[in-house]
């Protein structure tokens, strides 16, 4: 049967796809290294033009809907919807995809890497995380993750003769290859049980409706439906670096190049949250009373470990690596509670910390350029030689921490807090509590060798491109600080 | 043999008459046949070829090329059976037509990236 595609509302992920066939094309015709880069950035750009003209518009476009005939009586059904949640995590994916292509930029003009296929893959990569966040059936949300997830492994490794790069890129792949594969699992149970792909159309015969008679009707609390949730549950936690699933970031992040890492910690990390917050709202909300526990559990232990691990790193990507995992725990923590606000609060703490963070790899990229070991005592008396990198990547960490000025990091830890404590998850109040504090220590112990005084190193130039990473990463994070309800009261 | 495992010794008693008709045949054989070996009796087999050379070969890395764009092929071709059973059938239009000349453009296009790199040339 032929469907007719609104091609207003999957414009942003075909915009990127076609961007990244002109890369190609421009790359083997065209032969000027940085024309790739541009057409990137441009393709980037107007991507995030579509999302926000749809925003402006406001109508919710839905597409990829099940046609009358063959609905059994039950709801339309779209696979692709370009909502509100979708518009706003599109628009971070996006806005964290123009610092990676910037970054890409500076990283690439060394050429040992090919940029044909660098940005190419970026693009398919930006394509499915703009894809995921819409995807309101199984198949699009795992065919989407993939799509994310694929090329991040070539990108890793596309730095060739590099041994860290190929390990990085190995370890990723075997993760994220188990990680698929213990969600499809999980994902077809799902499917065995309901007979259904669509999300609503899940929660509908969880909770007692029927749409086929090829399944006998489950009650939600059949046994296969809920090791269906956990085993997807799992898969996401793989995604997101949850502990126990969290092994692998610290060696991935420190191999990739800066770029790939900032990518995996922003882009990869929100498309995960994305996927679990779409199926765990929208498709297994009856469940609740299993995976709302486990995901407190997972928050509490997330936490606690990646700061843990933070403390002892002397590397400042592993750092990053590690305390991003620490933020992926206050990430999940309102979504355990059982609140209408939960989803907010997360998508608040998702965006705001997308902005510092993608600002702390910016300013890490390009000190890595002249400081190659990259280490935390590298950046001693950074302040005295790039005054501007030193106070920005300042900015960035104590945002990060919660302090003021930062006041980003701030809301973003009340806004969680205040959910986690509406939601009667006093006890993970408390983990939060402390482990803000933890986080506290190897922030400020980082900011702080960057005003120590020593005797100065040499001083870090500053790409254009870098810069004007850099620049949007602070003005992004700059804005939250002063108008937190942008990101606060995104979904309402 | 009715029940949930029942149908299951329905399989294991298959399973069983399909090792004793193997077993029964293969012992056949060995207690009727003439046992005289030769070394060239106990050679490995290869279309009646003498084998060269170790199990374990190495071969050129070029191929890896070719066999890896063959796949692609091949596998993309998986998707245009389907469709070219359908395309023509009422309900199905030019749309349905047009759709699968998008996706072969894109597989094209990696096609021709290969062909202006040089990775399509043996030398």
């Given amino acids: ?492 | 043999m009715d029940g949930y495992f029942g149908s299951y010794a329905v399989v294991g008693a298959l399973l069983l008459i399909g090792v004793g008709i193997f077993a029964g045949a293969m012992t056949a054989n060995r207690l009727l046949r003439p046992h005289r070996p030769t070394p060239e009796k106990l050679l490995t087999y290869e279309c009646g070829v003498d084998p060269v050379g170790e199990g374990w070969a190495q071969s050129h890395v070029r191929y890896y090329v070719f066999a890896y764009l063959y796949v692609v092929f091949a596998v993309d071709a998986v998707f245009l059976f389907p469709w070219a059973t359908v395309f023509a059938a009422p309900g199905f239009g030019v749309a349905t037509l047009v759709e699968m000349f998008v996706f072969l453009g894109f597989i094209a296009l990696g096609i021709v990236y290969a062909w202006r790199k040089n990775v399509l040339g043996w030398t």
């Avoid at chain 1, 750092?319 to 979504?335: F, R």
């Avoid at chain 1, 112990?445 to 005797?455: D, E, H, K």
Wanted: proline fraction near 5%; hydrophobic fraction near 60%.
């Fill in chain 1, 1 to 492: 049967m032929i469907q007719s595609i609104d091609y207003a509302a999957i414009a942003p992920p075909l915009i990127l796809a076609l961007a990244a066939g002109l890369v190609l094309l421009l790359d083997a015709f065209l032969g000027r290294p940085r024309a790739p880069g541009f057409a990137a950035l441009g393709g980037v750009l107007l991507s995030t033009a579509a999302v926000a003209w749809l925003a402006v518009e406001g109508a919710g476009r839905a597409t990829f809907c099940i046609p009358g005939e063959l609905r059994g009586g039950g709801p339309a059904s779209c696979s692709y919807v370009a909502d509100r949640f979708t518009l706003v995590i599109s628009a971070v994916m996006l806005g964290a995809a123009v610092v990676v292509v910037l970054l890409s930029m500076t990283e690439l003009a060394r050429g040992d890497v090919p940029a044909g296929e660098w940005y190419f893959l970026l693009l398919c990569a930006f394509a499915g995380a703009v894809a995921l966040p819409a995807s309101r059936d199984l198949v699009m949300l795992v065919v989407s993750l993939e799509l994310v997830s694929l090329p991040v492994f070539v990108l890793a490794a596309l730095r060739r003769y590099d041994g860290r790069a190929g390990e990085a890129a190995l370890k990723l792949f075997l993760v994220s290859v188990v990680s698929t594969a213990v969600m499809l699992f999980g994902a077809s149970l799902v499917y065995g049980v309901t007979g259904e792909i669509h999300l609503e159309r899940i929660a509908a015969v969880l909770a007692g409706a029927r749409f086929t008679d090829a399944v006998p009707a489950p009650g939600a609390g059949a046994p296969v439906a809920v090791a269906g949730v956990v085993l997807v549950l799992a898969g996401f936690a793989f995604k997101v670096a949850a502990v126990p699933f969290h092994f692998w970031a610290g060696d991935v992040y420190r191999g990739a190049p800066v770029p790939v890492a900032a990518l995996l910690s922003v882009i990869s990390k929100a498309a995960g949250f994305a996927g679990l917050i779409l199926l765990f709202t929208l498709a297994f909300p009856a469940l609740r009373g299993v995976w709302g526990p486990l995901v407190a559990v997972l928050a509490a232990a997330t936490m606690t470990v990646g700061n843990l691990l933070a403390l002892r790193q002397r590397h400042a990507v592993r750092l990053l690596a590690w305390s991003s995992v620490a933020q992926s725990g206050y990430i999940l923590a309102p979504l355990a509670s059982a609140d209408r606000g939960a989803v907010p609060a997360s998508v608040a703490y998702l965006a705001l910390y997308a902005a510092m963070n993608m600002g702390a790899f910016a300013v890490v990229a390009v000190v890595a350029r002249t400081r190659a070991g990259n280490e935390l005592d590298d950046y001693r008396g950074l302040w005295a030689v790039s005054p501007w990198s030193a106070a920005a990547l300042g900015f960035f960490l104590v945002c990060l921490a919660g302090l003021p000025p930062g006041l980003a990091g701030l809301f973003a830890k009340i806004v969680v807090f205040r959910e986690v404590v509406a939601g009667g998850l006093g006890w993970l109040a408390i983990v939060m509590a402390i482990n803000t504090v933890i986080g506290l220590y190897y922030y400020i112990a980082w900011a702080g060798r960057l005003f120590a005084a020593v005797r100065p190193g040499r001083a870090v130039p500053v790409t254009a491109p870098a810069g004007v990473a850099v620049a949007i990463a602070l003005v992004a994070t700059g804005v939250f600080s002063a108008l937190p309800q942008l990101a606060i009261s995104a979904l309402g």
